[in-house]
């Protein structure tokens, strides 16, 4: 095989123009540091699967254009990495909740360089909830000294699914927000492309990208909060099914005659293993307390707390098995507000696994406190909207 034709994507083989060929091995240059960020010419030639002699050709055109900066590695090696230039532009995360709006900004070198969160009423209108974006992230512009065109790609974090189009696909997950294209609500209010995507699968993009799913490529992020939901990495890509609701393992069935769940069906995960069903149930002996505070207690050795967060373990666990059984995920990593209550929650929760899932779609699971936190859906928004920042808009800034 000829250097030229080394790597080539389909298509550009011998005869191919050569020039098209050399913008192909760029992009695959540029793709592989927008979704990583900074990464040696050792490690371009090997993701991008080129010679390293062509990683060199390019990152020296790109560093001529403008496009990507040379960073000190972490011995102090000035030189070294190869990132994406951080005066390229800017991209936005946006975390919509149920009361809070939380908002990041992040160079194309992959650094976080701003970001607010804010408290909203519960049960907020979309308009409110998109003007609290728009003051936000007017402010943080403001704080760093850029205009809004900087900002080249956002992606929107919510807590349901999304159709291909950027509509919530189950209109009682999010009473109010029915039918309305978010995708282009958001474009308008914010002035700016806006991917609209599920929290859970932008927490499995975060933790794949910067937390505890790096190099992973199966891999399942469980969010277990007020809302249960799972984000899948199949194959390394998002997995959302044929209409956006692929992992809503919250609303899969765990108990036939169960009690009322807001989808409209009985006897959901998310009705016997939510945060709310957790603090309910401690509420009759031991009054409404917060989930930090149940944890607290539960980790000084109150069986109260430790019997229910080990209940909620064990039956999440079920349907995780369940899960597994089909997509045989390498890894599960838990997110969400009551993960905070670790191996009191995953210990029962891995025995459950064990319990109910075939032995060969089990064995190897690992199951994992995510790494990012309250921050996931954040910064897998940051991550998504990287992703899908066009070699197009890269040229175009420089
Ligand atoms: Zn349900």
């Known amino acids: 095989m000829s250097s030229t034709n080394e790597g080539s994507p389909e298509g550009f083989g011998p005869g ?10 760029e992009a695959r240059v540029l793709e592989a540091l927008r979704s990583r960020g900074a990464l040696t010419q050792a490690e371009l030639a090997r993701r991008t699967s080129l010679a390293p002699s062509t990683v060199s050709k390019i990152v020296h055109t790109l ?41 990041a900004l992040a160079d194309l070198a992959h650094q976080v360089v701003a970001e607010q969160h804010r408290t909203l009423p519960h049960g907020h209108s979309l308009t409110k909830g ?32 999304v159709d291909a189009d950027g509509s919530i696909s189950a209109s009682t997950l ?22 609209v995507e599920n929290d859970a699968n932008l927490g499995a993009v975060g933790e794949a ?18 809302g249960i939901g799972a984000g899948l990495i199949l194959n390394g890509e998002i997995f959302r099914g044929a209409t956006g609701s692929a992992g809503e393992l919250g609303h899969t069935t765990v108990v036939e005659s169960g009690a009322m769940c807001q ?7 998310e009705t016997v293993a939510s945060s709310a069903h957790v603090i309910d149930l401690l509420a009759p002996t031991r009054g409404r307390m917060t989930i930090p505070r149940i944890v607290e ?73 995510a790494e990012l936190g309250a921050r996931a859906h954040v910064l897998g928004a940051v991550a998504h909207a990287l992703a899908n920042v066009t070699p197009e808009a890269l040229t175009a800034t420089s």
């Open 263 to 269: 989808c409209g069906n009985r006897g959901c995960l």
């Open 174 to 195: 999010m009473p109010g927000w029915n039918g309305v294209n978010l995708a282009s609500s958001a474009e308008e209010v914010l002035g700016l492309p806006v991917l």
């Open 209 to 226: 990208t910067w937390g505890a799913g790096r190099d992973i490529r199966n891999l399942v992020y469980l969010k277990m909060a007020n």
């Open 16 to 25: 191919g123009s050569q020039s098209a060929l050399r913008s192909a091995n």
């Open 297 to 369: 207690l539960a980790r000084e050795g109150d069986p109260g707390c430790r019997r229910v967060l080990g209940d909620t373990g064990r039956v999440a666990g079920l349907a995780v098995a369940n899960l597994c059984n089909i997509v045989n995920p390498q890894l599960l990593i838990v997110g969400g507000e009551l993960s905070a209550a670790e191996e009191l929650l995953l210990d029962p929760m891995r025995q459950s696994v064990r319990l109910h899932g075939i032995p060969g779609a089990v064995r190897s699971l690992e199951i994992v406190r």
């Open 63 to 103: 560093l001529e254009a403008g496009v990507v900066d040379m960073e000190t590695d972490k011995q102090g090696r000035r030189g070294q990495l190869v990132a994406l230039s951080s005066s390229a532009g800017l991209v936005a995360g946006i975390d919509m909740g149920r009361d809070h709006v939380h908002v």
């Open 130 to 161: 998109l003007g609290a974006a728009d003051d936000i992230l007017t402010s943080l512009l403001d704080g760093l000294g850029q205009p809004r065109t900087r900002v080249i790609s956002a992606c929107l974090s919510i807590p349901a699914p």
